[in-house]
């Protein structure tokens, strides 16, 4: 089955403690991207992916970093978590960035909660 | 920057009734994609529709389309003959197609709609 998963599901953590967020898609999509969102806010994107070794930053950035050392995963590191960054997070990808429509498929989400 | 309008923090319809969902983008950018998602009370985000901005025609998918009119940049979501399972949070997106811009999609803060029996 064509999806892109996330783990964990849930997570509630510490200020300061490190963690990192997992995303894989089975789709050999090249772009990949993480948004966040928040009530009012709708969803933001944090960064994404045109293909492997390339990342770059959407619009909420700050405080995340993430890597794109094979095509089919994308994980999302929070090296420092604070309490504004407890959101829900969707990971997604879509077959190419650019030039011609394609869907962007979602993850199911990851809830976060930073004491 | 791209911007997308939801002016509508709520809606409510009657079952049967057709409903419509407004959103409004800016951009100065000519080659573009407008999606909508609709977001149930589970939290999946499920891809509705789309129209890009060269599309002469209104997209249609079943019972959603989408008012397109590009020289107000407005891209309403019209959902007719509402069911008790359309009731979620709908959000209206954008996207550069272009591959040498950023490609990144913006989202509006959403519209989140009840269907009455």
């Known amino acids: 089955e064509a999806q892109v998963t996330q783990n964990p599901r849930y997570l509630i953590t510490v200020t300061g403690k490190k963690l990192t967020v997992t995303c894989s898609q089975n789709m050999n999509h090249e772009y990949m991207s993480w948004y966040r969102q928040d009530p009012g806010l709708g969803l933001r994107q944090i960064y994404y992916?045109?293909?492997?070794?390339?990342?770059d930053k959407g619009d909420v950035p700050e405080g995340y970093k993430v890597s794109r050392k094979e095509k089919r995963n994308f994980p999302l590191i929070l090296e420092s978590p604070s309490p504004n960054q407890t959101s829900l997070y969707f990971c997604a990808s879509s077959l190419s960035g650019g030039l011609l429509y394609n869907e962007q498929f979602f993850g199911p989400g990851t809830r976060l909660t930073v004491l | 920057a791209q911007k997308i309008t939801q002016t509508q923090p709520g809606m409510f319809v009657q079952e049967k009734e057709a409903v419509t969902l407004d959103c409004t983008y800016d951009t100065s950018d000519q080659s573009y994609g407008l999606f909508w998602y609709k977001q149930p009370s589970s939290g999946e985000m499920i891809f509705l529709i789309y129209q890009g901005s060269y599309d002469e025609q209104n997209a249609t998918e079943g019972r959603y389309s989408l008012n397109f009119q590009k020289a107000r940049k407005s891209a309403n979501l019209v959902i007719s003959a509402s069911q008790l399972g359309d009731s979620a949070m709908y959000f209206c997106a954008m996207r550069d197609l272009l591959p040498y811009n950023n490609n990144d999609m913006r989202f509006g803060a959403g519209t989140r709609l009840t269907v009455k029996p």
């Open positions: 992916s045109m293909n492997v070794e390339v990342t």
